[in-house]
């Protein structure tokens, strides 16, 4: 497939930088960690190519919902190969986890009540999120700022105490895991210590005899300026590997956008230029709900490939093609005018982006794959009507 001929827009995963990726975080934790595993966070981005690349490259699926977990079976991942994190587990899928060996972190009060439906004389694993006052240890660098966090059982008040109890009393279930998953703004190195600091005192306080420490996502990769994987292993290490090594406990790590951000860009074309008594819009074929469709972002990585001879103009406002008067996507300053028919390309947009689209106005875009040996595949056709209407 010719790239120049591809129809914008759509996004363009780069098969060397996805590998690159993992092989970078597989490397980071064999050099500090006897055991330990990663689980690729679907909802980060679960276009299915990439869940089944994941699970070919020894990735095991972190799924956070009973349809991310029927996701993950229906794409042929073992059960055994599946961490099922978060509130929106099911009761039917919540059993078939833990009865087929799945690793599974307790989240809310009506999965300890689940519990009781599990065979008495048989035994069964189960982990439990922690939560934590992050944001006491790590001022202004935790996502939810002053109000706390909302995962897990507190460690702080008597909840964990509470949770840890009625767990303790179900003769068949043994606590084999703690998961302390932290979303920051800032993915700094402060918040891995932090992490491990807590594990390391949950671990001895509660005299917990673990199979594995979860340290969750959240970290940045595959940027050069900012720390890697190694700089964040290392974090974890130096509080808990002497101990997680001699004790052959497994350390578990969730990666999203770490892994996936950087290998996906999208590529849109100018197919209009209007100028106003105000400002010069440049409309685009895609729009801001296909890289930012939590309307956060303040810069982009992009470059453009333009053909236009025009003169410079100071600012063009670069906009998506939907009728929302937001959907400005940034201002394109001293540069010449652009023309219909001039690409715009956006780099690192592979996480919380295609997933999270909405299916508005247009339909899903078109995915292809930039293989290591640089022949392009198709990995999602566009959507249309179609697939738009295959539920009915
Ligand atoms: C439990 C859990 N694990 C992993 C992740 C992935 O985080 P990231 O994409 O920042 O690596 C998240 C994201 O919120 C999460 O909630």
Not at 24 to 38: G, R, T, V
Not at 78 to 90: E, F, Q, S
Not at 142 to 163: Q, V
Not at 255 to 270: D, H, L
Request: charged residues 25%.
């Amino acid at each position: 497939m010719d790239r120049r001929i591809l129809e914008t827009p759509y996004f363009m995963i780069d098969e060397k930088e996805l590998d690159h990726n993992i092989r970078d975080m597989q490397k980071a934790l064999s050099q500090k960690f006897d055991n330990w595993k990663i689980g690729y966070s679907f909802k980060t981005n679960s276009l299915p190519y990439l869940c089944e690349y994941m699970r070919d490259h020894n990735c095991f699926a972190e799924v956070v919902s009973y349809d991310e977990y029927n996701l993950a079976v229906t794409l042929g991942y073992l059960r055994k190969n599946i961490i099922y994190n978060g509130p929106m587990k099911d009761q039917k899928t919540f059993l078939d986890a833990i009865e087929s060996g799945a690793i599974v972190n307790i989240e809310t009060t009506r999965e300890i009540r689940w519990l009781d439906c599990l065979n008495k004389n048989k035994k069964y694993k189960i982990g439990i999120r922690i939560n934590f006052d992050i944001e006491k240890m790590c001022p202004l660098e935790s996502a939810c700022g002053d109000e706390g966090g909302r995962f897990g059982f507190c460690l702080h008040n008597k909840e964990l105490d509470r949770a840890i109890d009625l767990l303790n009393c179900q003769k068949n279930i043994k606590i084999t895991g703690i998961h302390l998953h932290t979303s920051s703004k800032t993915r700094s190195l402060n918040i891995y210590k932090a992490i491990a600091k807590t594990a390391r005192s949950v671990i001895e306080r509660y005299n917990l005899d673990l199979e594995y420490v979860d340290i969750g996502g959240g970290f940045f990769g595959g940027l050069t300026d900012k720390p890697s994987y190694r700089d964040y292993i290392e974090q974890v290490e130096c509080v808990l590997g002497d101990f997680m090594n001699s004790h052959g406990i497994t350390l578990i790590v969730e990666p999203g956008a770490s892994i996936i951000a950087s290998p996906v860009s999208f590529v849109t074309s100018v197919i209009d230029v209007k100028k106003t008594n105000r400002n010069i819009f440049i409309t685009t074929d895609g729009s801001r709900n296909d890289i930012d469709p939590l309307m956060t972002k303040t810069k982009y990585f992009y470059d453009i490939e333009s053909n236009s001879h025009n003169e410079v103009v100071d600012n063009q406002i670069i906009s998506g093609f939907t009728c929302m008067e937001h959907d400005r996507i940034f201002h394109l300053k001293n540069y010449k005018l652009l023309q219909e028919g001039d690409l715009i390309k956006y780099y690192k947009v592979g996480s919380y982006t295609m997933c999270l689209s909405p299916l508005f106005i247009k339909y899903f875009p078109a995915v292809y794959l930039k293989k290591i040996n640089c022949d392009i595949e198709c990995v999602r056709k566009k959507w249309n009507v179609t697939e738009y209407l295959g539920s009915k």
